[in-house]
């Protein structure tokens, strides 16, 4: 692979083009809302009801369950790049471009004109100069740590103004609406002649919670805020979100659940009465110009692999690809000087600074990233674990298995039995965790369920056990006593189990 990396950075882009035009541009152009699973047979439907039934013995290990990701599950040594790992059951000919993928994820990006022409067209404003760098080794980032915050972001947006805004939110026109000085992200670098955005501030006080048996933990409620900021005073209702990477591993699977699958768990109203009424989170696909269900994200507001890429390269590095034209990043019109750079476009490759294939390769590396084996699944203490976390009720909400389609764009990902833990909707988590900003159709209290697969190698890989949207939970405890809203009940029973019975809930999410 380090040959492959040399060799693959050292050509032009237009070799790179040549070597990789046929990787498609998307895994997931062609979905499309529907009401019940039309990929299957009645047979294959009978199947899949029977194999997905949550479990109800918990003296054993369900058959499959160690295998996460199906037959794209990886057995690769635990190390650190056990999350780097491609689908054990990817074809031989399509792993030049996954590690073609690789390589342009890896990539650093440098600001244009440059002779390296092949990576030129940073920011001009930006928060990373590569993918990796906030996904460090594919993993999950972590919260600022003195001056290190490469991998924690603030996300800005106003509310909107006046009726006819809340409809374009309604309508999925927009997102929401970025701060008309700053843009939709605070961007804490720059080019050489230009003045950074600002810089991110966090500062921690401590909460005792009180369990069962005497025991407390302390958790840490984090306050945030924006430092030298370089183009004069933000809008004063623009709110900021702080956003740790997430772990991309799975993506590909999580893009081939039939929308059905996760649509049946949607109960906006709580029509059964249990507390807790996830809602889809529908938007717009600028590729398919359709409305398609969000799945990607800390608040599903993108509906494929490929637009959460595009969004992530123009937003975080201030590269235009063909599904996000944003050569200038997100300068605003307000900061002239940043408008004014030189992009790097090249008229004799396209109208874009990342033409195809590079797009389509990195989104074929990210749909491809494998998810590691389960440790420990049969262990006595991991299933004793496993029938708290049931009881308590997680389940309603980190859903622990699908069937994904059988008409996946890739064979690799069809028809397999997954166990990401999640319905892949938006929650209220309650204010505890909110962050006051609406994105799409969710609220300022609301969140996706993040997937747990790979959850207890974390730390294997990246060095910390940071958790939630902004990495304030030190630990799976602290993550779930944050809980709140419609997980309060499950966060409840967490809470006040015995000091046995917690422990072994916690060592059933280490296994995952």
């Known amino acids: 692979m380090k040959v492959l990396t040399a060799r693959f950075l050292s050509l032009p882009l237009a ?25 299957l047979s009645e047979r294959d439907l009978q199947r899949v009801e029977a194999v997905t039934r949550p479990a109800t013995d918990f003296s054993k290990a369900e058959q499959f369950e160690a295998m996460s990701g199906g037959a794209t599950t990886t057995i690769a040594p635990i190390d650190q790049k056990v999350f780097s790992q491609f689908s054990a059951n990817l074809p031989f000919e399509d792993e030049e471009n996954f590690k073609l993928g690789k390589v ?32 460090l080794r594919d993993g999950r980032g972590h919260p600022p740590e003195g001056a290190d915050a490469t991998s924690t972001v603030f996300r800005l947006a106003r509310p909107p103004r006046d009726e006819v805004e809340r409809r374009m939110i309604a309508a999925h026109q927009v997102v929401n609406f970025p701060d008309p000085v700053y843009g939709a992200q605070l961007q804490d670098s720059a080019v050489p002649g230009l003045v950074a955005e600002g810089s991110l501030r966090v500062a921690y006080a401590e909460e005792s919670v009180p369990l069962s048996g005497g025991e407390t933990v302390s958790l840490r409620k984090p306050q945030y805020s924006v430092a030298d900021l370089g183009y004069g005073p933000m809008h004063p209702m623009t709110t900021l979100s702080p956003r740790v990477a997430q772990p991309m591993i799975g993506l590909g699977l999580v893009e081939a659940i039939h929308e059905a699958d996760i649509l049946a768990r949607a109960d906006p109203d709580d029509r059964d009465s249990d507390g807790i009424s996830g809602r889809a989170a529908l938007v717009r696909d600028r590729d398919a110009g359709t409305i398609a269900l969000g799945r990607f994200g800390w608040k599903a507001q993108n509906p494929t692999i490929r637009q959460q890429a595009a969004d992530a390269f123009a937003i975080d590095i201030g590269i235009s690809t063909p599904a996000f034209d944003r050569s200038q990043g997100d300068c ?61 009720g997680c389940p309603a909400c980190h859903l622990p298995k699908y069937v994904t389609r059988r008409d996946a764009p890739h064979k690799e990902l069809a028809f397999q039995l997954i166990w990401p833990y999640s319905d892949f909707l938006l929650h209220d988590m309650g204010e505890g965790l909110a962050d006051g900003q609406q994105v799409g159709v969710a609220s300022g209290r609301e969140w996706r369920t993040p997937p747990l697969w790979g959850l207890g190698l974390t730390n294997t890989v990246n060095g910390h056990t940071f958790l939630l949207h902004d990495g304030r939970a030190r630990n799976f405890a602290e993550a779930v006593l944050w809980h709140g809203g419609e997980a309060e009940k499950a966060r409840n029973a967490f809470a006040a189990m015995s000091r046995d019975d917690r422990n072994a809930l916690l060592s059933f999410l280490e296994s995952l």
């Open 104 to 135: 342009l994820f890896e990539k650093l990006w440098v600001s244009a004109p440059s002779s390296t022409q092949a990576s030129d067209g940073l920011g001009p404003l930006y928060n990373a100069r590569a993918c990796e760098s906030c996904h």
């Open 332 to 392: 605003t019109k307000a900061q002239g000087a940043c408008l004014e750079l030189p992009s790097g476009v090249q008229a004799r490759l396209g109208p874009v600074e990342a033409p195809d294939p590079v797009l389509g390769l990195v989104t074929f590396y990210s749909a491809n990233l494998a998810v590691p084996a389960r440790r420990k699944a049969s262990f006595p203490q991991t299933l004793k674990g496993k029938q708290h976390f049931y009881e308590a």
């Open 15 to 39: 070799a790179l083009i040549g070597l990789a035009a046929t990787v498609s541009a998307t895994s997931g152009d062609h979905q499309r809302l529907s009401p019940r699973r039309n990929d």
